[in-house]
Structures are given as C-alpha cells and as structure tokens.
C-alpha cells in the first residue's frame, strides 16, 4: 500500500510536567541562595530574555517522548543528523518488512509506475527471505520511503535547534510535516517557549533574518496556528 506524508502520526507519550515552575526554579537555583522561593511571576518574559539571550541550558531539563508512525526511513536518517537526542526505531534486521507500507508525496500515490515497482520490489524482498536469504540481506533492495516506527527523547533545548532548521521550507515536505506535527504538541504543553521558536526569519532571536544567503527560500515563515 502506498501512503502520504499525512498519514504519518505524532504522538507525545512524554513530557516534563510543569515546565514554567521548573524553569522558575532553575533561573532561581543560579540567582539565589535561598532557591526554593519559587515566583511565576513575569515568567513569559524570562523564558523570552533565556531564549534571545542564548542561555538555553536551562531548557535540557525539559525533556519529550515522541512515537513517529509511518515515516519514512528516509526521514530517520535526516532526524538523527540532531545527535543530542534518543532515538529507537523499528529494525529490518530483525523484522519481515514485507507488510509496511511506501510513504510519498500526494503526486506520486496514484502513479502506476511507482505502485508496480513497489510491489515487485515487495515481491522479490519476500522471495528472497523464503529462499533463506537473511532479512538483514534481503533488505538491501528496499526502497528508502519504507514506513518505519521511531521514538525520539529529547530536550527542549534540542527541540528548539531542530524546529529552527526543520521547520524551514528549504526540508523536504515530509521533514515539514512530521516536524509540525512535534511543534505543535510542544506548543500545546509549552506555548511560552515554543511560541517563540521557528525559523531564522520568524525568530526574534535570530533577528528574524534568513542566514542561508544564497540558499535562501526566499518565503517568509509563518506560524501555522491560531
């Protein structure tokens, strides 16, 4: 079965509870003797000053569980360029993948050419495994948009690094789409960081300036919620 990038879910399985009143402590432990005196207050504008200031180690202590489903091993392989992070995904070397799915753009989902090619490619995989060929070997031949499962742990410091480079439109749509998908679960929890968070010409912190110079898209990014 051929599928679309949309069809790939995002799951938030984890997550550090009360970020603000961590973050409040974590400011208060550097500023003060006496740190458990924690105040919300004017937190917003802390987390802002932490982020445009550059003095984001304080946000490792925030960590996320993501389950990806039905991205592509291609995508695995762009994800875990971002090294500071935990990943687990499904293995061909120990599973039969013969019943995973290709993962394309919507153009190509109605493309006999492709649909035929896949399914020979599935073909000859299946055969080559009950020749007794080792599902280690025999996956040699499968084509990179394979769905793959993956779980990512990372921090929000992490976090903020990848939706900076990811989100751009210069990645490919899949990189776009999976990783809005994480963005927005991360606004859900953490609106008073992650708002803040994007591209180079969205960030404040970047001086919302593309620094891509000659490869720049071009397209101004815009915040994809209400």
Not at 54 to 66: D, R
Not at 86 to 112: A, I, M, P, R
Request: proline share 3%; hydrophobic share 35%; net charge positive.
């Amino acid at each position: 079965m051929i599928k679309t990038y949309n069809d790939i879910t995002v799951e938030l399985i984890r997550k550090t509870e009360n970020p603000i009143e961590l973050i409040t402590l974590l400011m208060n432990i550097t500023m003060k003797k006496n740190f458990k005196k924690i105040s919300h207050s004017e937190m917003t504008n802390q987390i802002k000053f932490l982020l445009n200031a550059n003095h984001t180690s304080l946000f490792e202590h925030i960590n996320y569980t993501f389950v990806i489903t039905g991205a592509s091993r291609n995508f695995l392989t762009q994800i875990t360029r971002h090294r500071h992070a935990s990943y687990t995904s499904g293995s061909q070397h120990y599973q039969t993948y013969n019943e995973y799915n290709l993962v394309v753009d919507e153009s190509l989902v109605n493309n006999k050419e492709v649909e035929e090619n896949f399914k020979n490619t599935i073909k000859l995989y299946s055969k080559l495994i009950d020749n007794n060929v080792p599902k280690w070997e025999a996956r040699q031949i499968l084509p990179g948009g394979m769905e793959n499962n993956l779980i990512i742990t990372i921090n929000a410091r992490s976090l903020i690094n990848l939706f900076n480079l990811r989100l751009c439109h210069r990645n490919v749509e899949e990189m776009q789409i999976v990783t809005t998908k994480m963005y927005e679960h991360c606004i859900n929890h953490f609106p008073e960081l992650f708002k803040l968070v994007g591209p180079d010409c969205y960030m404040e912190a970047k001086c919302k300036k593309c620094h891509q110079g000659k490869m720049s898209c071009g397209v101004k990014w815009e915040y994809p919620f209400k």
